[in-house]
């Protein structure tokens, strides 16, 4: 019977925890930016896998070019993205990834909005009330009101995709396939031969 109490106690600190208390919020909060560089024989081939990958996954990309990647990818699959980086078999010269916590930012443009928005419904009352003279003075300031809110309401807007979504920026360097300059043949008496002359007599001898 204690027992059973106790597992009750752990699991009730533990919705606690998840649910009411800022600290363990199960919400994301932070701004996830990973950049790689990647060396590459197919530049086109392997964006192409990456952006089939995003497609798959509800991700999308911002720019293509042969030498820059860059997307956004859903928190939750930040892991399983590196794991393709990985897996595609190039060659990772860096990777590296940066977490930002942007709560504060998010509170603060939260309050500035509302405080704007309770200053414009007062505004707008009065301007029903206003005569002529003071009409115009409040309707500028109207119009200021709501390019500040318009301004605030997208940079939170921002926000929110940014703890949404993680920034991916990958650039690539291309690699070329290097030929061997000398293959020894598996017949010894062709390597002790020197074709250079060899091609050189022949061709005297056409002559």
């Keep these: ?17 998840i649910n009411i208390l800022p600290g363990y919020s199960a919400e994301n909060y932070r701004r996830i ?15 192409e896998t990456i952006v089939a990958w995003l497609t798959e996954n509800r991700g999308y990309f911002l720019i293509k070019s042969d030498t820059l990647l860059t997307a956004r990818v859903q928190v939750e ?11 595609l078999g190039v060659d990772i010269e860096k990777i590296s990834e940066t ?3 942007i709560r ?8 500035g909005i509302k405080s704007r928005e309770e200053i414009l419904e007062k505004n ?10 003071d009409t115009l003075g409040i309707e500028q300031e109207l119009v200021l009101l709501l390019n500040e809110i318009e301004g605030l309401k997208g940079r939170l807007n921002k926000l929110n995709v940014d ?15 290097a030929l061997p300059q000398n293959v020894p043949s598996s017949f010894a008496w062709i390597n ?7 091609k050189q007599e022949g061709f005297s001898n056409e002559n």
């Design 1 to 17: 019977m204690k027992g059973n109490k106790f597992f009750i106690l752990i699991v009730m600190l533990l919705w606690i925890m």
């Design 33 to 47: 930016t990973i950049t790689a560089s990647l060396i590459v024989f197919d530049p086109e081939g392997t964006q």
């Design 77 to 87: 699959k930040v892991r399983d993205f590196t794991h393709l980086l990985e897996a």
């Design 99 to 101: 977490s930002e916590d």
């Design 104 to 111: 504060e930012e998010l509170i603060t443009l939260s309050s």
């Design 124 to 133: 707008l009352k009065l301007f029903n009330r206003a005569d002529v003279e």
């Design 163 to 177: 703890r949404k979504y993680a920034y991916i920026e990958i650039s690539f360097t291309f690699k070329k396939s």
């Design 192 to 198: 002790t031969l020197d074709l250079y002359q060899f």
